[in-house]
């Protein structure tokens, strides 16, 4: 297992960013801290979190994500040891959204507090606001950085024109640039990323994090059919996949993890971690057993094998 550089920075992880969207949510506090404590005692130093995790389950009100891991890290004493990133941006409530620039520096400041930490590494504007100017944006990211309070910038749920553009701006006024995009991508929703993100990640050599990097559990060969759907509290958004193609797809990881001595959960995130312009995809656990997925940084696949699960996944046949 070797470090890969973030895209420009000096961030260094390995290719594993533990998704702490289930912080708070379908895992407990204490839960959560044995599975930071498993992830990080095998090597692993990189957490994803946002601000508004995890604001959709009932008696939540956002922030749970990074209050449970500032709690850890306080514990441990290992914030120097982690690369952190956290995201503004998504709508928490009808008062705390969007990207203005007052905005984002009231929000930094919880998000701070609730990390228990003086800095965040790696902040990503979350998902676009079209009513505020890209400058104002990038303006307040130019001051935190500038305060030592983030030390770089990423940005997910952005048009590809609006990320270029943002890019363009950052370069022609002296402003911070986008550093790492963070797209959703998976053996079954491949499109969108390789035809109008990857010539972007590559053109300005961002680092790349996948999210719904399982294709939010798809992928681990859990559901062939709707009497399937129950066994997770994400069932209802798994009915999509479950389509002749999406079973093709789950067919084929089932026989590669088979020639691999594998799962087909290890098979689907070592697929995206041998894609040349990722970095590092994001996944997450519930349970201290479902940490086994970990060992996708250490499964080779041969080229026949990717090109086993290309061809199963591809759109048309």
């Known amino acids: 297992m ?23 949510w379908t895992a407990n506090e204490n839960t959560s801290f044995e ?9 692993f130093n990189f957490i994803d979190t946002a601000d508004v995790y995890s604001a959709w389950v009932p008696g939540n009100k956002g922030g749970e994500s990074e209050t449970i891991i500032g709690k850890w890290m306080h514990q441990k004493g290992t914030r120097d040891k982690l690369v952190i990133a956290t995201k503004v941006g998504a709508e928490i409530d009808s008062t705390h959204k969007g990207l203005k620039k007052s905005y984002i520096l009231s929000e930094v400041e919880e998000s701070l507090k609730r990390l228990q930490t003086d800095y965040i590494d790696l902040y990503f504007t979350h998902f676009d606001d079209p009513d505020t100017p890209i400058e104002e944006v990038l303006d307040a990211y130019q001051q935190l950085i500038k305060e030592g309070k983030i ?80 066994k997770s509290k994400r069932g209802d958004s798994l009915k999509k ?27 689907a995130i070592a697929w995206v971690i041998q894609r040349p ?36 996944s591809k759109v048309t046949l």
């Open 241 to 267: 996949y479950l389509n002749d193609r999406g079973l093709r797809i789950i067919k084929t990881l089932e026989d590669v993890a088979a020639r691999n001595t594998a799962t087909p959960a290890q098979v």
């Open 151 to 230: 030390r770089y910038i990423g940005v997910s749920n952005m048009s590809p024109e609006r990320i270029v553009k943002s890019l363009e701006i950052s370069k022609s006024n002296n402003l911070p640039s986008y550093s790492v995009l963070q797209p959703e991508y998976n053996l079954y929703d491949r499109q969108p990323y390789e035809k109008d993100y990857e010539p972007i990640a590559e053109k300005y050599q961002l680092g790349v994090m996948t999210y719904y990097s399982l294709a939010s559990g798809f992928l681990t060969g859990k559901y062939h059919s709707e009497a399937d759907l129950n």
């Open 35 to 43: 599975l930071l404590d498993q992830y990080t005692e095998l090597g």
């Open 2 to 24: 070797k470090k890969r550089k973030l895209g420009p920075t000096d961030l260094e992880v390995y290719p594993f960013a533990f998704g702490g969207n289930v912080f708070g």
């Open 277 to 312: 312009s990722i970095t590092t995809p994001i996944a997450s656990a519930s349970k201290l057993g479902q940490l086994d997925i970990l060992k996708a940084v250490d499964l080779n696949l041969s080229q026949d094998d990717i090109n086993d699960l290309d061809i199963a």
